[in-house]
Nanobody, 115 residues
Framework: QVQLVESGGGLVQPGGSLRLSCAAS????????MSWVRQAPGKGLEWVSD???????YYTDSVKGRFTISRDNAKNTLYLQMNSLKPEDTAVYYC?????????WGKGTLVTVSS
């Protein structure tokens, strides 16, 4: 069965950095688009970034130049390097895999940006 397990969240001061990880299993990781999606307190889901199977990456405007998505297909792991964090980045961050007949989510990891 498909499993996605996020880790790496925590409390960080504004301007700080965190690296999130998502350990994937139960599917052919290298063949799928992987995404990070976040949900701020009291708000809806917001797409953050995609990385395609060909390595192409995409970002929402608010994180461009600050966040970097990457994948290690040998380790079946997705990453999100987050730099220059802002209070408005506070959210639960979810890992998502989607494809034909497939849409799975992890349980999320909380990132809190506060002084």
């Amino acid at each position: 069965q498909v499993q996605l397990v996020e880790s790496g969240g925590g409390l960080v001061q504004p301007g700080g950095s965190l690296r999130l990880s998502c350990a994937a299993s139960g599917f052919s990781f290298s063949s799928y688009v992987m995404s990070w999606v976040r949900q701020a307190p009291g708000k809806g889901l917001e797409w953050v970034s995609d990385i395609h199977d060909d390595g192409n990456t995409y970002y929402t405007d608010s994180v461009k130049g600050r966040f970097t998505i990457s994948r290690d297909n040998a380790k079946n792991t997705l990453y999100l390097q987050m730099n220059s964090l802002k209070p408005e980045d506070t959210a639960v961050y979810y890992c998502n895999v989607r494809g034909p007949g497939m849409d799975y989510w992890g349980k999320g990891t909380l990132v809190t940006v506060s002084s």
